[in-house]
């Protein structure tokens, strides 16, 4: 073989398609010559493609295997279908360059860029809803041209308004075509007659803006809002990005989240816990009371039903649970000690397993 095509793409002869394809995708983006402006690399990269045309090709490659030649031609680098997908690849590769390669549409005046804020609430913010304003220093809109960034607003003649100017360059092996960004409007598409002096043409100025926020009611710990529009200006018209408001719920001094529900742990005295009463608990919205049957054990939950959060969607409200502990007293008077043992007397339990 004159060549081995397995090691210039880096594969094993049992390489399957895909992990051939994978290998060329590979080497296409270290050595294309649009990202890789080195001279000397330029023949690697025909290589390269000659190998994919021969090993992408089943055909080819079992000539190549047998004879170590896949025939007088060697297939090169083709862009019009059939063999291997040389543009397909080329186009997942680099198609997030922004059309850099062909591939991309109309580049044009550019999106705003998005803003992101943090906000904290307490649960009883989030058990009803709250509002926040957040002060931003945004570019906004220019208001002396409307965001236009000037008057006499035309096509761009060089790229024909695509903000991309394609270039064509021929090699042995196929036509390379490429595009880039049109230096006269600067990838706009458009280029301004009498830019507004103001904004000096831009179209956006900066300003500071407050926000308001609504936090919606049942809102989770690390979850993220969005408010359309209201981040920065695009360029000359362009759309505005979107401000991102992540919320987040601060601790509570009694109650444990658990979705929508809320937990709550309640004390309750060794006397009550063996004949009965009830305790009165806080809720998020005032205090509620608890009956507590006799013979209630520790660990033992009661549900206050409708006493939790509320689904951010609106669907349902949660329920409070009350986890009862007994409360034991650290000291007891000689009273308390002489009334204890006779109660211990009466149970007629000497120990656990008496």
């Not at 793409?9 to 080497?27: H, M």
């Not at 036509?175 to 831009?202: I, L, M, N, R």
């Amino acid at each position: 073989m004159s060549k081995d095509y397995y090691h210039i793409l880096g594969v094993e002869k049992t390489a399957s398609q895909d992990e051939i394809k994978k290998a060329y995708k590979k080497l296409a983006k270290q050595f294309h010559p649009d990202i890789n402006k080195d001279p000397a690399e330029s023949e690697r990269f025909k290589e390269i493609n000659e190998a994919a045309a021969v090993l992408g090709d089943a055909e080819k490659r079992e000539q190549y295997d047998k004879f170590g030649s896949a025939g007088p031609q060697m297939g090169g680098f083709d862009f019009s279908g059939g063999g291997f997908p040389f543009e397909d690849i080329l186009s997942e590769v680099f198609g997030g360059l922004g059309g850099a390669f062909g591939f991309g549409g109309r580049h044009g005046p550019s999106r705003g860029h998005d803003l992101a804020a943090d906000v904290e609430v307490t649960l009883e913010e989030v058990a009803k809803g709250a509002k926040r304003v957040i002060a931003t220093n945004k570019l906004a809109p220019c208001r002396s041209c409307n965001g236009k960034g000037g008057t006499g607003v035309k096509t761009c003649q060089d790229c024909q308004g695509s903000g991309m100017v394609r270039r064509a360059q021929r090699t042995p092996f196929g036509v390379f075509a490429s595009t880039t960004t049109c230096k006269v409007c600067g990838g706009q598409g458009e280029s301004v007659e009498h830019p507004c002096e103001t904004c000096d043409g831009s179209g956006r100025l900066r300003e500071r803006k407050e926000i308001e926020v609504k936090i919606p009611a049942g809102v989770e710990d690390g979850m993220r809002l969005r408010v359309a529009g209201e981040g920065e200006a695009g360029e000359r018209g362009a759309g505005a990005g979107d401000l991102y408001v992540t919320v987040s719920v601060g601790k509570h001094k009694y109650f444990e989240r658990d979705g929508d529900d809320l937990y709550l742990e309640a004390p309750v005295s060794f006397v009550t816990a063996c004949v009965g009463g009830e305790v009165e608990v806080p809720t998020l919205d005032g205090k509620a009371s608890v009956k507590i049957p006799a013979g209630t054990q520790p660990g033992t939950i009661f549900k206050l039903a409708g006493k939790g959060l509320p689904d951010v969607r609106g669907r349902w409200v949660g329920n409070e649970l009350v986890r009862v502990t007994i409360d034991v007293p650290k000291k007891v008077s000689k009273k308390q000690t002489e009334l204890l043992k006779e109660f211990e007397k009466e149970s007629g339990k000497k120990g656990w397993f008496g």
